[in-house]
């Protein structure tokens, strides 16, 4: 099966369990999350030290990504919790043995 040209992601950070979330949208997954851990980029995830990923969906075509992250960010909290929680109970970090 052949890898899609162009992949999309949203996906969820936080700074601890049932901490402050953040819900963003990439076309570099792996670079992103690495730049919210080095704190290269000021703003909301930088001031609230937000960088331990719990959640994310991949998408091939971008249009998808975006409505798919404006419809979480328009989410209750409660809901984006039982998201991160189907497959993430305990809030581990999905990148931690990203990088090294």
């Known amino acids: 099966m052949l890898k899609p040209k ?7 950070l936080t700074n601890k369990k049932n901490g402050t979330l953040y819900i963003g949208m ?4 792996e670079r992103r999350i690495f730049e919210h851990k080095q704190k290269c980029i ?3 995830s930088k001031k609230y030290n937000l ?3 719990v959640y994310f969906e991949l998408y091939q075509f971008v249009e998808d990504a975006i409505r798919r ?8 909290r409660q809901w ?3 998201l991160i929680e ?13 990088y090294y």
Do not use: C, P
């Open 6 to 12: 162009h992949q999309y992601a949203v996906y969820i």
């Open 86 to 98: 189907e497959d993430n109970k305990d809030w581990n970090d999905l990148a931690s043995d990203w």
């Open 42 to 44: 000021d703003g909301f």
């Open 26 to 29: 990439t076309n570099n997954l």
């Open 51 to 53: 960088d331990i990923l």
């Open 69 to 76: 992250e404006k419809r979480m960010k328009a989410w209750k």
């Open 80 to 82: 984006k919790i039982n």
